[in-house]
């Protein structure tokens, strides 16, 4: 649950117009009492190694790419373990997303997002949940009806069986049930079991939930 109060949030961003309207979001919404501003990621780093108060960090998938990508994650982590990061992106590659979610990002953020948009995935991510826009990690038409909302602490199986391991990296490529039936040559209706067992597990509702709670837990699809 969120303090009443939050100290402050640091935002990373090239483009002044968008970090000053988020700035302004982010202290008139989330009642933050600071909001710390920068263009420069190794300025921030540098500042954030400074100061442990900082609740939320909010950076551009394009800062995180020139610098190491996940490396950069894992490297913000290292300095504040408890900090939630938040990437805001045009656009982001699958393995890109699983790749950031795996190292410690807990949202991403669509550059277009409206304002109440923007609350809402911020107020999920300081919760201690994991926001993705809709559709980010989905493979199939129509799969996004539900917002992507992934418990902070999702249990991952102790160990999934050989045909759960095949489903879920095939989940994780952006398979539908029916493609995935055919490329193992079992039925439908039997992958929707495994499915439907592997949301069970994990406590979610839809398959980018689950990709994203698989990866946040460390999980990995195999090359």
Request: aromatic share 4%; charged share 20%.
């Amino acid at each position: 649950m969120m303090k009443s109060r939050l100290e402050t949030a640091l935002l990373v961003d090239e483009h002044d117009l968008y970090r000053t309207a988020l700035a302004q979001l982010i202290k008139g919404q989330l009642d933050f009492k600071e909001v710390v501003e920068s263009d420069q990621y190794p300025w921030a780093l540098s500042w954030l190694g400074g100061n442990d108060h900082v609740a939320l960090m909010v950076l551009t998938l394009d800062l995180v790419a020139a610098n190491g990508g996940s490396e950069a994650v894992c490297d913000i982590r290292r300095l504040c373990p408890e900090l939630s990061i938040v990437v805001t992106s045009d656009g982001a590659r699958r393995d890109e997303v699983l790749d950031l979610l795996a190292a410690g990002v807990r949202g991403f953020l669509p550059r277009g997002l409206r304002a109440a948009g923007v609350v809402e995935a911020l107020r999920t991510v300081l919760a201690g949940q994991v926001f993705l826009p809709r559709g980010l990690l989905d493979g199939e038409a129509g799969a996004n009806r539900e917002p992507v909302l992934v418990p902070g602490r999702a249990a991952v199986p102790a160990g999934l069986t050989a045909r759960q391991q095949q489903v879920v990296r095939l989940i994780a490529a952006g398979k539908s049930n029916k493609e995935i039936a055919r490329a193992l040559r079992l039925a439908e209706g039997t992958i929707k079991v495994h499915v439907n067992a592997l949301y069970r597990t994990l406590s979610v509702r839809n398959r980018a939930s689950a990709v994203a709670a698989l990866a946040q837990n460390g999980w990995r699809q195999a090359s």
